[in-house]
């Protein structure tokens, strides 16, 4: 079953904040986090690991709660270039590079001016 | 930086025709991977492939479906028979694997737009 991506679409402004979330109904061992601009390929962004602590790029954060099996993707003082759509790839056990990933549906970001 | 690359970028073919799909892993990494996505969909998994071998597959992957690694650098996507549903845009990527690291990021080659008429 596939994690489900909240909200599905935020547009802000240049500087605000977004949370993006990743909840699953089953347990989870890793969430990867990609990035998608239209008609491109996904660019990966992070992995947090069960047991893992809370993992940060430049403006980027993000955060996975094992016992809610949700993981939450921070994005702060936006930038234009964050534009996209996020997925969030999850896994259900350490499979040592074999990751069969169930992305969720996406949430849509426009950053606006 | 090494990438993943796919060809052709764009493939248009008739129902029923089949079509290979072609992908070159970076160099040193050992798991490859197909998704699919459907415009305006979710990224889909289809199969995963380590050591000449099919390591998991989805219910998407039929028996329509194959992948081949025919030399050391490609790997390939066949589909037997292209049906209409089947036009999507296909994803290679493909991560490494070291002993003792539970979990890899994969990287995602442009992909191939596959419609079928």
């Known amino acids: 079953q596939q994690p489900v991506q909240s909200p599905q679409a935020v547009i802000l402004r240049e500087g605000e904040d977004a949370v993006i979330n990743c909840s699953s109904s089953?347990?989870?061992?890793?969430v990867h986090w990609y990035r998608q601009k239209h008609g491109e390929a996904p660019v990966f962004l992070m992995i947090?690991?069960?047991?893992?602590e809370q993992k940060g790029h430049e403006k980027i954060s993000a955060s996975f709660n094992e016992k809610k099996q949700q993981s939450s993707l921070y994005l702060t003082a936006s930038q234009l270039s964050y534009s996209g759509t996020y997925f969030c790839?999850?896994?259900?056990?350490?499979?040592?590079?074999?990751?069969?990933?169930?992305f969720g549906t996406g949430t849509r970001l426009t950053i606006i001016p | 930086e090494p990438e993943v690359t796919q060809t052709p970028s764009h493939q248009v073919t008739q129902m029923g025709q089949e079509v290979i799909l072609r992908c070159v892993p970076i160099?040193?990494?050992?798991?490859f991977y197909w998704y699919r996505q459907i415009l305006g969909q979710k990224v889909e998994f289809l199969v995963s492939?380590?050591?000449?071998?099919?390591?998991?597959k989805s219910e998407i992957f039929d028996d329509q479906f194959s992948v081949e690694r025919p030399d050391g650098s490609n790997f390939t996507l066949k589909i037997r028979s292209t049906k209409l549903e089947d036009s999507a845009m296909y994803f290679c990527?493909?991560?490494?694997?070291?002993?003792?690291?539970?979990?890899?990021?994969?990287?995602f080659g442009p992909g191939t737009r596959l419609t079928v008429t």
């Open positions: 492939f380590y050591n000449n071998e099919i390591s998991e």
């Open positions: 790839g999850t896994a259900q056990e350490a499979n040592f590079g074999n990751e069969k990933l169930t």
């Open positions: 089953k347990a989870l061992y890793s």
């Open positions: 990527a493909s991560s490494e694997a070291l002993p003792g690291i539970p979990a890899y990021e994969q990287y």
């Open positions: 947090l690991l069960k047991g893992g």
């Open positions: 160099s040193n990494h050992l798991y």
